[in-house]
C-alpha cells in the first residue's frame, strides 16, 4: 500500500504524546486485569508504563527522551530477560496491544496501521526467552517470510 507511513511519521500523524499517553494508558488497563500478565509484571506498574510511553513515542518518531534517560540502543530483548516471557504471555500481551489500537481506530486501512501492527507483532516475539525452541522456529517463520 502507498500510503502508509515511514515509522518517523507516525507521531505527528496519530497526534504526537495525546495519543501514546492514551495508547498507554488503554494498553495498561487491560494488563491490570489480566492474571497472567500481572503474573510476569512487577506490583508497581507505574515505573513501566511511563517507560513504555516514552519508549514507544519515541521509536514511532517522537522526542527521544526514552534513549536520554534509558540509554541508546534499547537492547529491548535484553531488558525483558528478568521476566519470564512465554509464547501464550506474548500473544496475549500482542492482543492487547493491538485492541488498544483499535480502540484508538489505528486499524486496517489507517495509515499508521502497518507500520504499527508490523512492528508490534514481529518484536514482541522476540521478548519470549522461555521455550526458546519454538521461539527460535518462530523467528526462522517470521523473518524469512
Ligand atoms: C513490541 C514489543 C514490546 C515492546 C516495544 C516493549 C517495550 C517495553 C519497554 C520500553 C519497557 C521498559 C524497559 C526499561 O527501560 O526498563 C518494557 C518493560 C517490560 N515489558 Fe515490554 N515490550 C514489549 C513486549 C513485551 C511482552 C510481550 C511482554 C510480556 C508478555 C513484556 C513485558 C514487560 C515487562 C514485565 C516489563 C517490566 C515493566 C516494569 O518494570 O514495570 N513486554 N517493555
Do not use: C
Not at 42 to 70: H, I, N, T, V
Not at 115 to 143: G, L, P, T
Amino acid at each position: 500500500m502507498e500510503n502508509n507511513l515511514t515509522f518517523e511519521e507516525v507521531y505527528d500523524y496519530v497526534g504526537g504524546d495525546q495519543f501514546f499517553q492514551s495508547l498507554v494508558d488503554i494498553f495498561y488497563k487491560k494488563v491490570e486485569n489480566d492474571e497472567l500478565l500481572l503474573s510476569i509484571f512487577p506490583r508497581d506498574l507505574s515505573e513501566g508504563k511511563k517507560l513504555q510511553y516514552l519508549f514507544l513515542r519515541q521509536r514511532f518518531g517522537g522526542p527521544r527522551e526514552y534513549a536520554a534517560l534509558r540509554g541508546e540502543p534499547a537492547h529491548m530483548r535484553k531488558r525483558h530477560m528478568p521476566y519470564k516471557i512465554t509464547i501464550q504471555s506474548r500473544n496475549i500481551w500482542l492482543s492487547y496491544m493491538i485492541e488498544s489500537l483499535k480502540e484508538l481506530n489505528i486499524k486496517e486501512g489507517h495509515p499508521a496501521w502497518m507500520v504499527m501492527n508490523d512492528y508490534f507483532e514481529r518484536i514482541s516475539m522476540r521478548m519470549v526467552n522461555q521455550n526458546e525452541f519454538i521461539v527460535e522456529k518462530n523467528e526462522i517463520i517470521d523473518f524469512k517470510t
